[in-house]
C-alpha cells in the first residue's frame, strides 16, 4: 500500500500538470457501476456514479495537495470550492496524458476506472487494479470524519510532541510499537514499510510494548521515522509492487530498505524473522532489536 512518501511522489509529479486544467466529463467504469448497483461502494464513494460525475463537471483544478496518504484536489467553479479526496488503496494510481495509449503498462490500461476529461483533450486517468482505492468528493475536509482525525503531518513542528503525548496515554501504553506508529491518528503517512525500517534502525523490537520504551527513545524515533520518510520521497518512493507515479516510473527506496522484505539482517547476518502485528507482517531481526 502506498505511504506518505509515494503518495507525495504522486503530488508532485501530478500538480504541474493538472493545475489551472477544468474538468469537462467524468467517466466511471462498467465495473464501478456494477458494484454500485449491487449496493457496494466501489472507488467512488459518498454518491452514484452519476451524481459524482454531474457534481464535477465544469470545476477547474486550482491545486493538488497530500494530506497523510491522501491526495486533495482542490476545485473551484465561480465563487465554489470543492474537494475531491484520493486514496490510492493498495494499487491506485494516476495518470495524465492525451490519450490512453500511452499509459506504459497494459495493467494499468486494463484496469481504469475513472477517466476526468478536461477542457483542453487532455485526460486525468484513476486506475486501480484492486479496487481497494477511492474517490470521494466532498465540500470540505470536515465532511469525512477520518480526514479530521488525522495526526499533524510528521514534518510540521508540532507533531513531535503530538507522537509523545499520544503514546503516553493509557490506551495505547500496552501496544506493539509497531502497531501504534502504524496508526494515522498517532502518526501521519507511517504505514509497515517505513515502520519496519525505523525500528531496525532504532534496534527497537516491533512487539516492545509501547509504556516500555523512554520518552527519549520515543523521541530518538520520530526522529528516524521522518528520516526515513524524508529519504524516501527524495529516492521517489518504494515500488514494492504497483506504485507508480503519473509518469509510470517506479521509484528507487526499495533498494535501500535494510529490514522490509528482507531475509538476512544486514547487520549481524542472521536470518530475520515475521511475526503478524495489526494484520500486518513485521519483519525484524531477533538479534539485533529487543
Given at each position: 500500500?502506498?505511504?506518505?512518501?509515494?503518495?507525495?511522489?504522486?503530488?508532485?509529479?501530478?500538480a504541474?500538470?493538472?493545475?489551472?486544467?477544468?474538468?469537462?466529463?467524468?467517466?466511471?467504469?462498467?465495473?464501478?457501476?456494477?458494484?454500485?448497483?449491487?449496493?457496494?461502494?466501489?472507488?467512488?464513494?459518498?454518491?452514484?456514479?452519476?451524481?459524482?460525475?454531474?457534481?464535477?463537471?465544469?470545476?477547474?483544478?486550482?491545486?493538488?495537495?497530500?494530506?497523510?496518504?491522501?491526495?486533495?484536489?482542490?476545485?473551484?467553479?465561480?465563487?465554489?470550492?470543492?474537494?475531491?479526496?484520493?486514496?490510492?488503496?493498495?494499487?491506485?494510481?494516476?495518470?495524465?496524458?492525451?490519450?490512453?495509449?500511452?499509459i506504459?503498462?497494459?495493467?494499468?490500461?486494463?484496469?481504469?476506472?475513472?477517466?476526468?476529461?478536461?477542457?483542453?483533450?487532455?485526460?486525468?486517468?484513476?486506475?486501480?487494479?484492486r479496487?481497494?482505492?477511492?474517490?470521494?468528493?466532498?465540500?470540505?475536509?470536515?465532511?469525512?470524519?477520518?480526514?479530521?482525525?488525522?495526526?499533524?503531518?510528521?514534518?510540521?513542528?508540532?507533531?513531535?510532541?503530538?507522537?509523545?503525548e499520544?503514546?503516553?496515554?493509557?490506551?495505547?501504553?500496552?501496544k506493539?510499537?509497531?502497531?501504534?506508529?502504524?496508526?494515522?491518528?498517532?502518526?501521519?503517512?507511517?504505514?509497515?514499510?517505513?515502520?519496519?525500517?525505523?525500528?531496525?534502525?532504532?534496534?527497537?523490537?516491533?512487539?516492545?510494548?509501547?509504556?516500555?520504551?523512554?520518552?527519549?527513545?520515543?523521541?530518538?524515533?520520530?526522529?528516524?521515522?521522518?528520516?526515513?520518510?524524508?529519504?524516501?520521497?527524495?529516492?521517489?518512493?518504494?515500488?514494492?509492487?504497483?506504485?507508480?507515479?503519473?509518469?509510470?516510473?517506479?521509484?528507487?527506496?526499495?533498494?535501500?530498505?535494510?529490514?522490509?522484505?528482507?531475509?538476512v539482517?544486514?547487520?549481524?547476518?542472521?536470518?530475520?524473522?515475521?511475526?503478524?502485528?495489526?494484520?500486518?507482517?513485521?519483519?525484524?531481526?531477533k538479534?539485533?532489536?529487543?
Amino acid at each position: 500500500m502506498p505511504e506518505l512518501p509515494e503518495v507525495e511522489g504522486v503530488v508532485r509529479s501530478l500538480a504541474p500538470v493538472a493545475r489551472g486544467r477544468e474538468i469537462r466529463n467524468v467517466k466511471v467504469s462498467e465495473t464501478v457501476v456494477n458494484s454500485k448497483a449491487a449496493g457496494k461502494e466501489a472507488i467512488v464513494k459518498g454518491l452514484s456514479v452519476d451524481k459524482f460525475s454531474e457534481e464535477l463537471a465544469g470545476y477547474t483544478i486550482e491545486a493538488v495537495t497530500r494530506r497523510s496518504k491522501y491526495i486533495y484536489f482542490h476545485l473551484i467553479k465561480n465563487d465554489t470550492c470543492r474537494l475531491l479526496v484520493s486514496h490510492l488503496g493498495m494499487t491506485g494510481a494516476w495518470f495524465v496524458v492525451n490519450a490512453i495509449t500511452e499509459i506504459r503498462e497494459q495493467k494499468f490500461r486494463n484496469h481504469i476506472h475513472a477517466i476526468f476529461e478536461l477542457e483542453d483533450g487532455g485526460l486525468l486517468v484513476y486506475s486501480d487494479i484492486r479496487r481497494f482505492g477511492e474517490l470521494r468528493l466532498l465540500t470540505c475536509e470536515q465532511d469525512h470524519l477520518p480526514l479530521t482525525l488525522m495526526a499533524p503531518e510528521p514534518f510540521d513542528a508540532d507533531a513531535e510532541e503530538f507522537f509523545i503525548e499520544k503514546t503516553n496515554q493509557d490506551k495505547y501504553t500496552k501496544k506493539p510499537i509497531k502497531e501504534v506508529i502504524m496508526d494515522g491518528q498517532i502518526i501521519s503517512g507511517c504505514g509497515n514499510i517505513y515502520a519496519t525500517e525505523a525500528l531496525f534502525r532504532m534496534r527497537i523490537h516491533p512487539k516492545r510494548a509501547t509504556g516500555r520504551i523512554s520518552r527519549e527513545r520515543k523521541q530518538q524515533l520520530f526522529r528516524e521515522i521522518v528520516t526515513v520518510l524524508d529519504e524516501s520521497i527524495q529516492a521517489g518512493g518504494s515500488s514494492i509492487s504497483d506504485y507508480r507515479n503519473i509518469n509510470g516510473e517506479a521509484g528507487s527506496m526499495q533498494d535501500r530498505l535494510q529490514m522490509y522484505g528482507r531475509k538476512v539482517c544486514p547487520i549481524c547476518g542472521s536470518n530475520t524473522a515475521s511475526i503478524q502485528i495489526a494484520n500486518r507482517t513485521s519483519t525484524y531481526c531477533k538479534k539485533c532489536q529487543h
